[in-house]
């Protein structure tokens, strides 16, 4: 396991995992309690963001792969931590996929999405448990929404 990050799924001993780093946003409309996801055409439920290219920054990543999947233009905000989750894809290839979590919120739209297989959503925020796939993305939520309110 990575030195101080939480870490989900079941790791295999005799399996090698593929690790891949990315960073995401949890982007809440409070009114509402509702989070910004990503519906791909699977049907799964993903926090807006992805993996990170080389040389590129935690926050340039978010800009990058915002602008690619909502066409938004975002304001990053506080980091809310590291997570990690050990899962088989699809494709039956074990993989590492560690997280890095901020706050963030929509600027403004400037283009439409690149990515054509990636819908903006608004869940429910209780419901992020059942809905994203991925645990440690669930976990961001709650850690947000945690220190959201403890900053009322």
Same mark, same amino acid.
């Not at 396991?1 to 989900?8: C, E, G, I, P």
């Not at 800009?63 to 975002?74: A, D, P, Q, S």
């Not at 925020?125 to 009322?152: C, G, P, Q, T």
């Given at each position: 396991?990575?030195?101080?990050?939480?870490?989900?799924g079941?790791?295999?001993?005799?399996?090698?995992?593929?690790?891949?780093?990315?960073?995401?946003?949890?982007?809440?409309?409070?009114?509402?309690?509702?989070?910004?996801?990503?519906?791909?055409?699977?049907?799964?439920?993903?926090?807006?963001?992805?993996g990170?290219?080389?040389?590129?920054?935690?926050?340039?990543?978010?800009?990058?792969?915002?602008?690619?999947?909502?066409?938004?233009?975002?304001?990053?905000?506080?980091?809310?931590?590291?997570?990690?989750?050990?899962?088989?894809?699809?494709?039956?290839?074990?993989?590492?996929?560690?997280?890095?979590?901020?706050?963030?919120?929509? $600027?403004?739209?400037?283009?439409?999405?690149?990515?054509?297989?990636?819908?903006?959503k608004?869940?429910v925020?209780?419901? $992020?448990?059942?809905?994203?796939?991925?645990?440690?993305?669930?976990?961001?939520?709650?850690?947000?929404?945690?220190?959201?309110?403890?900053?009322?």
């Open positions: 396991m990575l030195k101080d990050t939480l870490a989900f079941e790791k295999d001993s005799r399996l090698e995992y593929t690790k891949r780093e990315g960073c995401y946003a949890v982007i809440i409309d409070v009114n509402r309690h509702h989070v910004a996801a990503i519906l791909t055409t699977r049907g799964h439920y993903f926090l807006p963001g992805g990170m290219e080389a040389g590129e920054s935690p926050e340039e990543c978010l800009r990058r792969e915002l602008l690619e999947e909502t066409g938004y233009e975002v304001s990053v905000g506080s980091y809310i931590g590291k997570a990690q989750r050990y899962f088989i894809t699809p494709r039956n290839e074990p993989l590492l996929q560690v997280g890095n979590f901020f706050m963030a919120r929509f $600027v403004k739209k400037v283009q439409k999405p690149i990515n054509g297989d990636h819908d903006l608004w869940i925020s209780d419901e $992020v448990d059942e809905l994203l796939f991925h645990e440690h993305h669930a976990w961001a939520v709650k850690k947000a929404v945690a220190l959201l309110r403890n900053h009322r």
